[in-house]
């Protein structure tokens, strides 16, 4: 695509776009393995070096840096002309996946320290956080006497009471049919073919 189309894209467009949409919907594990252990796109790489800073920090887990980085360039990206109409939603989705990512390593945090790190003020990151858990993208609940967000528990008896009344329940829906069936076997109701 860089020798037919580069007067269409140039490869620095192509590192930018495949960043931002890698940043907006993977997640590390997914970007390391398609995006940073790629020969193809290391190559790419070099010729943004900011782009390569984005994805050090992101590895780093420097969620704050990215998003601070990326604010920066709002106003440049704007004048994109593909990528324009499409920022505020692909900034929205690298914030969500960034609190998202941020949080997975905890099994409770405090709200300050994360609108600390994520350079974010913390009324502001609350919202996110209330509608990021309201939508189920984040399995947490937050406490709002100490400000601290915790990690939803499985209970594992619950889990296996479900699995338990499910298989209950299908067992039942087999052994009514059976009845059913031999009840008309017998009275002799059968449709002949």
């Known amino acids: 695509i860089l020798n037919n189309f580069n007067n269409v894209i140039l490869a620095e467009d192509i590192v930018v776009y495949t960043t931002l949409c890698t940043l907006a919907t993977h997640d590390f594990a997914d ?95 609350e919202k996110d956080l209330v509608r990021l858990i309201g939508k189920g993208n984040l399995s947490a609940r937050i406490d709002s006497e100490t400000h601290t967000l915790h990690r939803k528990v499985q209970n594992d008896r619950e889990v296996a009471m479900k699995k338990v009344k499910e298989a209950t329940d299908v067992h039942t829906l087999n052994v009514k049919q059976s009845l059913l069936r031999l009840s008309l076997l017998q009275n002799k109701f059968v449709v002949g073919g």
């Open 31 to 125: 970007m390391k393995a398609n995006l940073m252990e790629s020969k193809t796109f290391k190559s790419l790489l070099e010729t943004t070096p900011e782009i390569r800073g984005v994805l050090q920090n992101f590895a780093a887990s420097n969620y704050g840096h990215i998003l601070q980085f990326l604010e920066s360039k709002s106003q440049q990206m704007s004048l994109d002309i593909y990528l324009s109409s499409h920022w505020s939603k692909l900034m929205a989705l690298v914030w969500d996946r960034a609190i998202v990512q941020y949080f997975t390593p905890y099994k409770s945090l405090s709200i300050a320290k994360m609108s600390e790190s994520l350079h974010k003020d913390e009324v502001l990151l």
